[in-house]
Structures are given as C-alpha cells and as structure tokens.
C-alpha cells in the first residue's frame, strides 16, 4: 500500500475528534434496568476501520446489557460510519459480517414471517440498500415494502424498486413516526437496535408504526453468546465503535410483554452465523502485522513494512479459510447451544 501524503486537516481533526468530542460522559448505571452493578468487558481500538480511539463495552450484573460505555453521540456514530478516502479495509472480517445480512439470511427471515400470511404493508428499518425487502417480496409478492434508513441509501433503493416509499432519518423522530403511525401489518428490524443509541425507544417507535394485531420481527446480536467469552475482543459481534447496545434475549422478550405484545418466536437456531473463528482470526492476523497506513497517521510507515504486511496477510488466507472450515463444522452445535451468535425475535402487538 502506497505511503500517504501529509495528513489532512480533515483527517487530523477526524483524530482529534475521535478520542475527545465524540462521547457523551460515562454512564454509573445500566441505560436498560438502572443497576448501578457495572463490570467491565473489553477495551478496544477499531479493529476493523483502524480509525483513532479507545472503546469501552460494560456490562450490567443484574439484567445483562451490554452496552458501549461512554457511548458515541450522533455525531461520533456519523464518524465512525463515515467512508474516509486512503483508509485500510479489513476485507476478510467486512466479508463475514455480510453473511448475516446475505440473501440466504434474507430469505430465512422472510419464510419465518409465512405462517403469518401475507400483510399489506411492512416497513423495514435499518433498511440500508434495502436488500431485504427485495428478497422477501419473492414471498410476498403482492406486500407493499418502504424503507428507513438514516442514510440516503433508502432513496437509491426506492429509485431501483426495492422499496416503494423510502424514509431517511430516525424512527424515534416525532416527524418520521408521526405520518406512519399504525400503518403497518410488518416491522422489520434486521441487525439495527445494535447500532441505536436508544433501542427501547426503537422499539416502542416500532410498535407505534404497528397496525394492531401487527407482527414485529427483529434479528440481532446476542451478547450471552459463549464465543463472546471465548474470543473477548476478537469477537466480530462487539464490532466496535459501531454497536452501541447487546441486548440479552430475556430483556427484549420482557420489554416486549410489558408492552402486552405475545411472543410467538424467539429462536438463535436459524440465525446463527458461522464466522466467529474465521472473523476472530482475521482480525488477529491483521493487527499482529505491521500497522497500515491511513489518512490520520502523522509519519507514514515505511514502503517496505507495507508490502511486507500485503505479503503476510495474503500468506495468512489459508489460516483464516480452516478457521471459517472449523466455524461451518461447529455451526450445527452452536445453534443449538450457548454458542448461538444470533436471535431472532417476532412479536404480535394485541389487537
């Protein structure tokens, strides 16, 4: 990789900014029970997008919520998402986190929803490039699918058909949620309360976007997984800077009842992603290297380091292939065991 010019003023400020203007104040309690009984889980750098700071993921003792803490503000969240020209791309771990966001984990959300019947209207938050919709209209050929997403992406979904109304912005915004209250017979929530800064208000924005009798279906992370233990911060899951909460399954299925909707799924088997070995060896095959460059370091390393790096990554494939070998092997287990890296979630709201 070529050696980088004299950093930019945007870079040195993206440096600046990310250790010292991008954090609200750190939490003494649990943002989901309150409980002032903290411990801490990892300490971490951005190991995937190499960007500047140190990342702190506590958990609480009494319910189980793992969250980042201090968290990113809006502003830090932007940063962190923010493509930034020159910067190195982890392509083995970006690859495995795709997995969980493929056409094969499309189509296994979209089946779980048939035995519902096919719903006028469903909404898809966190929709991105809209993906899913796209692959569940396959099975639900005659639903109207829209998008949220806070990025413009939505609108170049709805421009490619994928979605027919595309909403950019917050589902918690009073002027998003407001004009699609209980309008929809569908929400869909794929892999997104992990990256807001408050899912139980997610949630209960969802529920407000619910017709009655309406199902929500939700897919995410699980922090009890035992990889989590087992790998620390190596476990793809943690994905730092990038997820802010890890919600247990037992505190999202309580919210849930709470808020009278039934439970008619709550399940990690067919969600269970098979990349914990292969992503864990990935990223620790990439920081045992020589360092890369990027846009914010002061002094660019050496020409050589960098092709001695490109050299070793490449000669490390084969490691990160038995790995993602050994993954696929154990997957059966893990689905049906603490292991499970993923939950899925699907709750009527009473009519």
Avoid at 50 to 79: I, M, S
Avoid at 264 to 289: F, I, K, M
Avoid at 307 to 314: G, Y
């Amino acid at each position: 990789m070529p050696a980088s010019s004299t950093p930019s003023a945007s870079s040195t400020s993206l440096a600046a900014q990310a250790t010292a203007r991008v954090h609200e104040p750190h939490r003494p309690d649990c943002p989901w029970c309150g409980s002032t009984r903290l411990r801490n889980r990892l300490r971490t750098g951005d190991l995937r997008q190499y960007k500047p700071g140190t990342f702190t993921v506590d958990e609480c003792r009494d319910c189980g919520h793992t969250f980042q803490n201090p968290r990113l503000t809006f502003e830090g969240l932007a940063l962190y998402h923010r493509a930034v020209r020159g910067a190195p791309v982890d392509r083995a771990s970006d690859a495995l986190l795709a997995l969980r966001s493929g056409r094969v984990r499309h189509r296994s959300a979209a089946r779980a929803m048939l035995r519902f019947g096919e719903p006028e209207s469903w909404l898809d938050v966190g929709t991105g490039h809209a993906g899913f919709p796209a692959t569940a209209r396959e099975f639900f050929p005659y639903t109207a699918f829209d998008g949220l997403d806070p990025t413009p992406r939505v609108v170049r979904a709805r421009s490619a058909d994928r979605v027919e109304e595309a909403h950019v912005g917050q589902l918690t915004d009073p002027r998003i949620a407001a004009p699609l209250r209980a309008r929809y017979d569908v929400v869909s929530m794929l892999h997104h309360l992990e990256g807001t800064p408050d899912p139980r208000a997610e949630l209960h924005a969802a529920l407000g976007v619910l017709r009655p009798g309406g199902h929500l279906l939700i897919e995410t992370v699980n922090p009890r997984s035992g990889y989590a233990a087992l790998l620390g911060r190596w476990w793809l899951g943690y994905d730092q800077p990038r997820h802010l909460h890890l919600l247990p399954p037992r505190n999202l299925r309580a919210e849930l009842e709470e808020a009278s909707c039934t439970i008619v799924l709550l399940d990690h088997r067919p969600t269970h992603s098979p990349h914990d070995l292969s992503g864990a060896t990935a990223l620790v095959l990439s920081h045992a290297l020589p360092a890369p460059d990027t846009p914010w370091r002061a002094i660019p390393p050496p020409h050589a380091h960098q092709h001695v790096r490109a050299a070793l990554l490449r000669a490390g494939v084969p490691l990160v292939a038995l790995a993602a070998v050994a993954d696929h092997l154990l997957a059966p287990l893990a689905r049906r065991t603490r292991l499970a890296n993923t939950y899925r979630l699907i709750a009527r709201k009473p009519a």
